[in-house]
């Protein structure tokens, strides 16, 4: 078992006592695409919580897909590209597509649309029904780890309709590049809650109304600990909408690990 992990944990808003209701925001993007740009500079946007009553939770998802036109993305994952086609088979969507932009695995769209993704936050923070309470805390980092843990409720004790899956994610922000080649060539490109990476930590049984787990987030040490996030969300396992999330600066925990000599 983990140790005490009161020094750097904290408990997410809901709908409940005025509080901000979190909404996880993840954009599929590329720097091979001349269409992101003004997508990656939305995400920007909705992570200075324009949206009230909303915390919004940004997610940067780089897909790979892009990355055989000239231009390898720094910060592609085949994984991403992968849970961008998982999305489209929830969403009936023809096709995976950049940009795009997902709301709480609910409402998709041209990820450059700043308008459709105001509306869809504001829409998340009134539909906020079946959300699950989340806790993330983090301990002291050991090796190149750190460790957590992940508590789940749902609100009033009402019972998951079905399983769920739960996520931690790693953001970092002020990530930028100059691209050399490809549709972006010659341009310097910004951006805001980039996915370092992205874990399943474990599972929760439909009918369930509380669950907790203890796992470890890797980090690498070229991350920027006082840019770094943890996202930790519970996704419907069926048809991927996100029904409560929390996010953490990682602070304290990273600066011990990543300054290290």
């Known amino acids: 078992m983990l140790g005490c992990f009161a020094p750097f944990s904290t408990t997410t808003a809901s709908q409940t006592g005025g509080t901000r209701v979190p909404v996880v925001v993840e954009l599929f993007t590329s720097e091979g695409c001349s269409d992101c740009p003004p997508a990656d500079a939305a995400l ?14 940004a997610l940067g998802e780089h897909v790979d897909y892009w990355d055989r036109q000239g231009w390898k993305d720094p910060f592609s994952a085949a994984a991403f590209s992968a849970r961008q086609a998982e999305y489209a088979r929830a969403l009936r969507v023809e096709s995976p597509y950049t940009p795009q932009m997902i709301v709480d695995g609910r409402d998709e769209f041209v990820g450059s649309d700043y308008a459709a993704a105001a509306g869809a936050v504001a829409k998340a923070v009134r539909d906020s029904a079946r959300r699950m309470e989340v806790t993330l805390a983090v301990d002291q980092a ?17 019972k998951l309709r079905g399983a769920a899956d739960v996520f931690v994610a790693v953001t970092e922000d002020g990530l930028s ?27 929760i049984s439909a009918g369930a109304a509380t669950w907790s787990a203890e796992g470890q987030v890797a980090l690498e040490r070229d991350w ?37 000599p």
């Open 142 to 158: 050991r090796g190149q780890t750190i460790p957590l843990q992940v508590r789940a409720s749902t609100i009033d004790g009402t």
């Open 224 to 260: 920027r600990p006082d840019r770094l996030r943890l996202v930790a969300f519970v996704q419907d396992h069926a048809g991927r909408q996100v029904v409560g999330a929390t996010g953490l600066d990682v602070g304290a925990a990273a600066r011990a690990l990543l300054h290290r």
């Open 44 to 57: 920007t946007r909705l992570a200075a919580q324009p949206i009230a009553g909303a915390e919004i939770l």
């Open 177 to 203: 590049s100059h691209v050399a080649a490809g549709e972006n060539r010659g341009r310097d490109l910004h951006h805001t809650a980039v996915v370092r990476s992205l874990t399943r930590i474990g599972g």
